[in-house]
């Protein structure tokens, strides 16, 4: 016999099926593969994106929108569950005019809120698209984007309360707000940072970006993410080089740490459009419609879409029917049966009338669906004009995702790594979650000395840290840590992680860290 060793038990780390994660560089920098070793999420953890809308939609994310069961299980036109909103199936939008005003619909308007909620919870190993954070997270839509592309406080407020809400009166598990928007106006105390508090108090994680003007925040504040409230998280950006990115705010008493935030792959609303006579107008696809990237026919006009309205020459071309009279599933049906490749829908009310325009409209159920796509009355009356011209129609997947830079994007990976804290740990304070996430960080030279923490995310030690203070490594904050912390304080033999008593990171343990420890233990934060 040579030599003899430990046999040493190995797990093989997770990597998921998702065809583009290879072009997701951030989530291995962030040690995700690691982290979802031990956890890649669980749908009863709720982040709450509150932003431009959700295309909820979304193949990569519509399994992962949260649904208010008491609204979908109810009357329509009816506040079933008696919030205050009605018809707040799978959340809300608190900014739906240009004056304010609310709908029950938190459809994207921009794309920036689908690519956060893909960063943090698209749905992971599924064989499609990308891979989120949390793979599994419950996401809700909190629409506070206006029309003219601003956030305005009343309606910040506003979506703020409602998570709040929503988790302390309905037991509606939010564990993070993402707010991926900010500007310089704000102070401690305002009717915003009111807002905040309360949902920390509700135990609402609020992660915010550090802003994109590549300034300093301790002497240059950006608001929501520089209030000083214990259940902020402030963001900001760093690079594949584990640099702050160029654009990126900072702040050594005011950022907490960063994240990835350029070149960052994530899903953005599906494009759908309809080319017909060198115009190309724009369509919404149907739910559960099926999918193209582009398929070029002759398109025939179907009626509005009877089975005796489909001529033979429809077959293996595309159908062109008006809406009126039956469901949108039953005119595509109707237009399957008759060998159509593809069904064009268009508006049978002139857009500025109300429900005129383009609509959402659904084919009600999964199924093998073709591609249907719904237009403009104009539009479709344009098409029709012109006989039966060879027509492109397009609704492809591969549209789905691009790739952005920013602080916003940087913010929903803490997010996500918050959900995937609070699945792991689900009866410590949201507090805790927030310190494993801000002492569980990578500590590159690029960050040092702009940042409170000093480091970028990394999402398996976040998951895996024992707190600062947990002196004897049982996994919670108690008497225990308390006098054994005394005791090295008052240079008395004491068991325990010396390096974990030290709370302060001066390199003693002195009375100040006993204070500390005695305000973690009984304040939760």
């Given at each position: 016999?040579e030599?003899?060793q430990?046999?040493?038990r190995r797990?093989?780390?997770q990597?998921?099926?998702?065809?583009?994660?290879?072009?997701q560089?951030?989530l291995?920098?962030?040690?995700?593969?690691a982290?979802?070793d031990i956890t890649a999420?669980?749908?009863?953890v709720v982040?709450?994106?509150?932003?431009?809308?959700?295309d909820?939609?979304?193949?990569?994310l519509?399994?992962n929108?949260?649904?208010?069961r008491?609204?979908?299980?109810g009357?329509?036109?009816?506040?079933?569950?008696g919030?205050?909103?009605v018809?707040d199936?799978?959340?809300?939008?608190f900014?739906?005019?240009?004056?304010g005003?609310?709908?029950?619909d938190?459809?994207?308007?921009?794309?920036?809120?689908?690519?956060l909620s893909?960063?943090?919870?698209?749905?992971?190993n599924?064989g499609?698209g990308?891979?989120?954070?949390?793979?599994?997270?419950?996401?809700?839509?909190?629409k506070?984007?206006?029309?003219?592309?601003?956030?305005?406080?009343?309606?910040?407020?506003?979506?703020?309360?409602?998570?709040?809400?929503?988790?302390?009166?309905?037991?509606?598990?939010?564990?993070?707000?993402n707010a991926?928007?900010g500007?310089?106006?704000?102070?401690?105390g305002d009717f915003?940072?009111q807002?905040?508090?309360?949902?920390?108090e509700a135990g609402i994680?609020f992660c915010?970006?550090?802003?994109?003007?590549?300034?300093n925040?301790?002497t240059r504040p950006?608001?929501p993410?520089?209030?000083?409230?214990?259940n902020?998280i402030?963001v900001?950006?760093?690079t594949?080089?584990?640099?702050?990115a160029?654009?990126s705010?900072?702040?050594?008493?005011?950022?907490h740490?960063?994240a990835?935030?350029?070149?960052?792959?994530?899903?953005?609303p599906?494009a759908?459009?309809v080319?017909?006579g060198g115009?190309?107008s724009?369509?919404?696809?149907l739910?559960?419609?099926g999918y193209?990237?582009g398929?070029?026919?002759?398109?025939y006009?179907?009626?509005?879409?009877?089975?005796?309205?489909?001529?033979p020459q429809?077959?293996?071309?595309?159908?062109l029917?008006?809406r009126?009279?039956l469901?949108f599933?039953?005119?595509t049906a109707n237009?399957?049966?008759?060998?159509?490749a593809?069904?064009?829908i268009?508006?049978?009310?002139?857009?500025?009338?109300?429900?005129?325009?383009?609509?959402l409209?659904?084919?009600?159920?999964p199924?093998d669906?073709?591609p249907?796509?719904?237009?403009t009355r104009?539009?479709?009356?344009?098409?029709?004009?012109?006989g039966?011209?060879?027509t492109?129609?397009?609704?492809s997947k591969?549209?789905a995702?691009?790739?952005?830079?920013?602080?916003?994007?940087?913010?929903?990976?803490?997010?996500?790594?918050?959900?995937?804290v609070?699945a792991?740990?689900p009866?410590?304070?949201?507090?805790?979650?927030?310190?494993?996430i801000?002492?569980?960080?990578?500590?590159?030279a690029?960050?040092?000395?702009?940042?409170?923490?000093?480091?970028?995310?990394?999402?398996?030690?976040a998951?895996?840290?024992?707190?600062?203070?947990?002196v004897?490594?049982d996994?919670?904050?108690?008497?225990?840590?308390?006098?054994?912390?005394l005791?090295?304080s008052l240079?008395?033999?004491?068991?325990?992680?010396r390096t974990a008593?030290d709370?302060?990171?001066?390199?003693?343990?002195?009375?100040r860290?006993?204070?500390?420890?005695v305000?973690?233990?009984?304040?939760?934060?």
């Amino acid at each position: 016999m040579e030599r003899v060793q430990l046999n040493y038990r190995r797990r093989p780390l997770q990597v998921p099926d998702d065809p583009r994660y290879p072009q997701q560089w951030a989530l291995p920098a962030i040690s995700a593969p690691a982290a979802w070793d031990i956890t890649a999420g669980d749908s009863r953890v709720v982040i709450a994106i509150m932003d431009s809308g959700v295309d909820y939609l979304h193949p990569d994310l519509a399994a992962n929108i949260w649904k208010n069961r008491a609204e979908w299980e109810g009357v329509d036109g009816v506040d079933d569950d008696g919030n205050g909103y009605v018809d707040d199936f799978q959340g809300y939008d608190f900014a739906a005019t240009s004056r304010g005003a609310n709908d029950n619909d938190p459809m994207d308007i921009d794309g920036h809120g689908t690519h956060l909620s893909g960063i943090a919870a698209a749905i992971g190993n599924n064989g499609l698209g990308v891979a989120g954070v949390n793979w599994r997270a419950s996401i809700l839509p909190l629409k506070s984007m206006r029309p003219d592309g601003y956030f305005y406080d009343s309606d910040l407020i506003e979506a703020i309360e409602y998570a709040a809400l929503m988790k302390r009166r309905f037991g509606v598990n939010i564990a993070a707000i993402n707010a991926s928007l900010g500007d310089s106006a704000g102070y401690d105390g305002d009717f915003l940072s009111q807002a905040i508090e309360l949902a920390g108090e509700a135990g609402i994680i609020f992660c915010a970006a550090a802003g994109n003007q590549g300034r300093n925040n301790d002497t240059r504040p950006v608001y929501p993410a520089s209030y000083n409230l214990p259940n902020i998280i402030a963001v900001a950006a760093s690079t594949a080089a584990d640099s702050l990115a160029s654009f990126s705010n900072y702040g050594a008493a005011s950022v907490h740490l960063a994240a990835p935030g350029v070149n960052i792959l994530s899903t953005v609303p599906m494009a759908a459009a309809v080319t017909a006579g060198g115009v190309t107008s724009e369509a919404e696809g149907l739910e559960y419609s099926g999918y193209t990237d582009g398929i070029t026919r002759p398109i025939y006009y179907c009626g509005i879409g009877n089975p005796g309205d489909f001529p033979p020459q429809v077959s293996g071309n595309l159908a062109l029917i008006q809406r009126g009279t039956l469901y949108f599933s039953e005119k595509t049906a109707n237009a399957q049966a008759a060998g159509a490749a593809a069904v064009v829908i268009y508006n049978n009310i002139p857009t500025g009338d109300p429900d005129g325009g383009l609509i959402l409209g659904t084919l009600g159920s999964p199924g093998d669906w073709v591609p249907a796509v719904f237009i403009t009355r104009e539009d479709g009356e344009r098409i029709r004009a012109l006989g039966n011209p060879l027509t492109m129609v397009t609704y492809s997947k591969s549209s789905a995702y691009s790739s952005r830079d920013g602080t916003s994007m940087a913010t929903p990976f803490v997010a996500g790594a918050v959900a995937l804290v609070a699945a792991r740990y689900p009866d410590e304070p949201a507090g805790r979650w927030r310190e494993r996430i801000i002492s569980g960080v990578d500590k590159p030279a690029g960050l040092s000395g702009k940042l409170i923490s000093g480091g970028r995310l990394n999402l398996r030690q976040a998951l895996d840290l024992f707190l600062k203070g947990d002196v004897n490594r049982d996994g919670k904050l108690d008497l225990a840590d308390a006098l054994a912390v005394l005791r090295m304080s008052l240079g008395l033999p004491a068991e325990g992680d010396r390096t974990a008593a030290d709370l302060d990171e001066d390199g003693q343990v002195t009375a100040r860290d006993l204070a500390a420890l005695v305000g973690r233990i009984g304040g939760g934060y």
